[in-house]
């Protein structure tokens, strides 16, 4: 909210003489918060009937913003119901006065989307020796979340509505990345989305101390873990509560620092047979499942394990999306050929391997490529394959040397016969190949999980077997397909371009008139001469 609207003015406007009806009909489709405000102060029907377009989604980014926000919700109490959609995300140099909004959260009955984001301890004004984290959330989540599970009697029900939660909070001290209390948001009768970043997922609850009544009751749909210390017990009392959850992404911290070491008992660790168990509650219903394990050296394995009967990837017969980093403990269960029936795409990520792994040959994309292949050998499944390379990784991928005169030695030369050989594979299967590779457009790199105002990256294609010779923009059919290069390239009256003439260069083309490949790496203008008869 940039303005409080609270003093109407007189108004003439024919719209006046309108029907509700078509008035609200007419507000709906203002889509600026400015414009609303503006009609709002025209008139007292106005306000009436605009207010809660202006107050339906709010984002708050400074102290100041809070309490103007404060004080318009304390002057005129239906508003605080108005709220469906509330996003607290500062800078910690903007926090004075966030915490004014405490009480009216608990008054917004009908919220449904609610994002609390409070500066993050592992960000620069903290990492110096000796710094002090005085940055902990000024928003009192764990009671707004505790009374919306467990009511005071006599009073109003506390966000009844909440459908989606996103939470990056931090408590004081050495309490900043504990869960604690706000456990109970996974009982919450209405919650189905939730995003927990930068935390220990850990919160000593126990099967024991949850009633029976409350196993598969609650409808959260999805989950997703970002940057957190997963303790694999609690995962599994987590994952007996939804009745159906639909997806699962798990991200443990690729990023250590002070004070959030994941713990080294491997009974508490995703790497333990117990994870399969947790993953199997929701096995009639998993359809997306994301997983990986954090920082290499951080990993632990369990010394023995006693099955339970249960341990099996394939027992997740819904699941049809799979996303692994390489370390992922799941990764093996792929490579014993224990596979969901119904998988229809893998998804393979490099980013803890790029990270931690100082070899430049077993981080290389080919190396990626290669073990890839393997996992795929040994499932019998037909399925697509998408992989992504970390941001870093993709420099030996996309950066293209434009002026290079040996052109076998153009762009990932190492990588393009791993990657034909995985597509092959693929494809005779019928099955898909896509690469992707991170990319931040401003070059800047942010960790996750992404804050307000940081740029995220996408997901940039590089390459799809359906266009089997293509690599980053570049068709490499006349280098690396032997048997065409025989077809077309040998001939006696094949046409050359004035570029590669002029450069004492092979020319390498098709003969159809479409740029020769050095032209086309080169980005230059590909002048064909020759035989007339071949040109016409």
């Excluded at 024991?208 to 959260?220: F, M, R």
């Excluded at 370390?327 to 029936?341: G, K």
């Excluded at 005779?428 to 690469?435: C, D, V």
């Amino acid at each position: 909210m940039s303005r409080v609207c609270d003093t109407p003015q007189r108004s003439t406007s024919k719209l006046l003489a309108l029907v509700d009806e078509l008035l609200l009909a007419v507000i709906d489709q203002i889509d600026f918060h400015s414009t609303l405000c503006n009609l709002a102060a025209t008139s007292s029907r106005f306000q009436g009937l605009a207010e809660p377009y202006v107050w339906r989604t709010l984002l708050v980014t400074s102290g100041a913003h809070a309490r103007n926000i404060a004080y318009a919700l304390d002057s005129r109490e239906e508003r605080s119901s108005y709220v469906q959609e509330l996003s607290i995300q500062y800078p910690d140099d903007r926090r004075d006065g966030i915490e004014e909004l405490n009480h009216f959260i608990g008054l917004m009955s009908r919220l449904r989307h609610l994002t609390i984001e409070s500066p993050c301890p592992n960000n620069s004004e903290w990492l110096g020796p000796a710094i002090y984290f005085d940055g902990s959330t000024r928003i009192d989540y764990p009671t707004l979340l505790e009374a919306s599970v467990f009511p005071r009697p006599g009073l109003p029900s506390v966000l009844p509505m909440l459908q989606r939660l996103t939470l990056h909070g931090h408590g004081t001290d050495d309490k900043k990345f504990v869960l604690g209390r706000s456990a109970v948001m996974f009982l919450h009768p209405t919650l189905r989305h939730i995003e927990i970043s930068c935390t220990n997922f850990d919160a000593g609850t126990t099967h024991a101390s949850i009633p029976l009544e409350k196993k598969k009751s609650t409808p959260l749909q999805s989950l997703t873990l970002i940057e957190c210390n997963v303790n694999v017990k609690f995962l599994d009392v987590v994952l007996s509560l939804p009745k159906a959850l639909k997806e699962l992404r798990i991200g443990e911290r690729q990023y250590v620092f002070e004070g959030c070491h994941p713990s080294y008992d491997p009974e508490t660790r995703t790497s333990h047979p117990l994870f399969l168990d947790a993953l199997a509650r929701q096995a009639d219903s998993l359809e997306r499942l994301a997983h990986n394990s954090g920082r290499l050296n951080f990993i632990v394995k369990p010394k023995t394990h006693k099955p339970t009967g249960n341990a099996k990837l394939r027992n997740l017969i819904k699941l049809e999306f799979l996303e692994l980093g390489l370390e992922s403990t799941l990764v093996s269960h792929l490579e014993a050929n224990d596979c969901p029936p119904s998988l229809q795409t893998l998804k393979i990520t490099d980013t803890a391997w790029w990270n931690q792994i100082r070899s430049p040959e077993s981080r290389h994309p080919g190396a990626v490529l290669g073990h890839c292949s393997k996992i795929i050998q040994n499932i019998s499944n037909t399925i697509n394959l998408d992989i992504r390379f970390d941001d870093h990784n993709c420099e030996d991928i996309l950066g293209v040397p434009r002026t290079s005169p040996a052109l076998e030695s153009i762009v990932g030369g190492p990588i393009r016969e791993p990657l034909y050989k995985l597509a092959s594979a693929l494809t005779s299967r019928n099955a898909r190949l896509r690469l992707y590779a991170f990319h931040f457009v401003d070059g800047k790199r942010f960790i996750p999980p992404y804050m307000y105002g940081e740029e995220a990256p996408y997901e940039r294609q590089f390459y799809d077997s359906d266009d089997f010779w293509r690599v980053s923009g570049t068709n490499y059919r006349i280098l690396d397909d032997e048997e065409y290069y025989e077809k077309v390239c040998k001939k006696d009256d094949r046409v050359f371009c004035a570029p590669c003439e002029g450069a004492g260069v092979q020319c390498k083309n098709s003969g159809d008139g479409t740029p020769c490949f050095r032209c086309e790496v080169t980005r230059i203008e590909c002048v064909y001469v020759g035989p007339p008869e071949v040109m016409e």
